[in-house]
């Protein structure tokens, strides 16, 4: 499906705004509190998150801290273009999960007036950009990095390390799977895992 770039409505453009760091770096804890605050101003708001995601519950995006707030769960990203019709900000949770085509989603909705979050992992566990995140990243007005906390040394964490076997991409998990690490821990425990 093509979409049309056009801003039928007259509005200005809206902004598109990218959240990116390792796992616990409070991605969503930061999306949570930003749409806290727009429900507040009585903006209307509308999140989303890749179904794939069933972490905690289907119809919340959950941060590590537990803080919560309801989503709607997404199997294809154009669905969200029909669904933000009524929003002036919307925010996708778990971006790198999307295919490459939440990039014209998120152009279009933005065309039409609306701001555009999104939160994302900008690296996979072998350290390699995750989907559409470097494009995201890219067409972006506004990039936010946040850092986790190193679990070996404490010091700032960008990467984020998978301690299982496991190689494949997508494999959705919490502690139990994955630990955040600085640049020096992750290249150490690659290189000791070869
Ligand atoms: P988080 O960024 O909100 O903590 O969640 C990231 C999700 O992505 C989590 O379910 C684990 C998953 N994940 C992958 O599927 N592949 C990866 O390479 C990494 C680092 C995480
Ligand atoms: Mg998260
Ligand atoms: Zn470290």
């Known amino acids: 499906m093509s979409l049309k770039l056009q801003n039928k409505h007259h509005k200005p453009y809206g902004k598109i705004e990218v959240i990116c760091g390792s796992m616990f770096s409070g991605k969503t804890e930061m999306v949570i509190s930003i749409i806290k605050k727009a429900k507040i101003r009585r903006e209307k708001v509308k999140i989303f998150k890749p179904k794939l995601d069933n972490r905690y519950d289907s119809l919340k995006i959950v941060s590590h801290n537990k803080n919560e707030i309801p989503a709607t769960p997404v199997e294809n990203i154009i669905e969200i273009v029909q669904l933000s019709k009524q929003a002036n ?89 994955y630990q955040a690490l600085c640049r020096s821990c992750f290249n150490l425990k690659m290189s000791s895992n070869e």
Do not use: W, Y
């Open 89 to 177: 900000i919307i925010a996708i949770d778990e971006a790198q999960f999307f295919n490459d085509q939440i990039v014209e989603v998120c152009i279009e909705i933005a065309s039409s007036g609306c701001n555009v979050i999104l939160a994302g992992l900008d690296l996979d566990h072998l350290g390699n950009p995750f989907g559409a995140m470097p494009r995201l990243m890219s067409i972006a007005d506004k990039i936010t990095k946040l850092h986790a906390i190193c679990d070996l040394c404490s010091s700032e964490a960008s990467h984020t390390f998978k301690k299982t076997n496991d190689k494949k991409q997508i494999e959705i998990g919490e502690k139990d799977k």
